[in-house]
């Protein structure tokens, strides 16, 4: 191996090292705003419980941010998975601009955030959260 050849080797490993701590903070992301969803869905139910007048309002008060994580969810694993094709192109050696962290050309193949929010690795989480918000709201307020 030539030394241009050794020092094109050595950018390409450092761009996929770059990239794939650009995927794991995406997966590392996603994995926060479910234990943040998580926590104002148990807030909801432990004020629901222990207040003299529980309020429906409790729980829609959690159900607003929970959607905005779980859209926030969907948008970072579309984003992970255009980083991956970047991270796929620079493997093979494709041509690809020496350091680049930009996955706009890659967005285009990847299924829009709604779509992405139905999807069984995202919703599956999202609609247990909301199910069992409104178990404990029925169960509060059937009981009150």
Same mark, same amino acid.
């Given at each position: 191996?030539?030394?241009?050849?050794?020092?094109?080797?050595?950018?390409?490993i450092?761009?996929?090292?770059?990239?794939?701590?650009?995927?794991? #903070?995406? +997966?590392?992301?996603?994995f926060?705003?479910?234990?943040?969803? %998580?926590? $104002?869905?148990?807030?909801?139910?432990? *004020?629901?419980?222990?207040?003299?007048?529980?309020?429906?309002?409790?729980?829609?008060?959690?159900?607003?941010?929970?959607?905005?994580?779980?859209l926030?969810?969907?948008?970072?694993l579309?984003?992970?998975?255009?980083?991956?094709?970047?991270?796929?192109?620079? #493997?093979? +050696?494709?041509?690809?601009?020496?350091?680049?962290?930009e996955? %706009?050309? $890659?967005?285009?193949?990847?299924?829009? *955030?709604?779509?992405?929010?139905?999807?069984?690795?995202?919703?599956?989480?999202?609609?247990?959260m909301?199910?069992?918000?409104a178990?404990?709201?029925?169960?509060?307020?059937?009981?009150?």
């Open positions: 191996m030539s030394e241009h050849e050794a020092r094109d080797e050595s950018i390409r450092a761009h996929l090292t770059m990239l794939q701590g650009v995927i794991t #903070r995406m +997966g590392s992301n996603s926060t705003l479910k234990a943040l969803s %998580a926590t $104002f869905g148990s807030a909801a139910v432990a *004020v629901m419980a222990t207040a003299d007048n529980p309020s429906p309002l409790y729980a829609i008060a959690a159900i607003i941010p929970m959607i905005m994580f779980w926030m969810d969907a948008q970072y579309r984003l992970e998975r255009a980083y991956r094709r970047l991270y796929e192109h620079v #493997r093979k +050696g494709e041509e690809i601009e020496a350091y680049s962290l996955p %706009a050309p $890659f967005m285009k193949d990847i299924a829009p *955030v709604f779509r992405l929010a139905l999807s069984w690795s995202v919703s599956w989480f999202y609609v247990a909301f199910l069992s918000l178990a404990v709201a029925l169960i509060i307020f059937h009981g009150t």
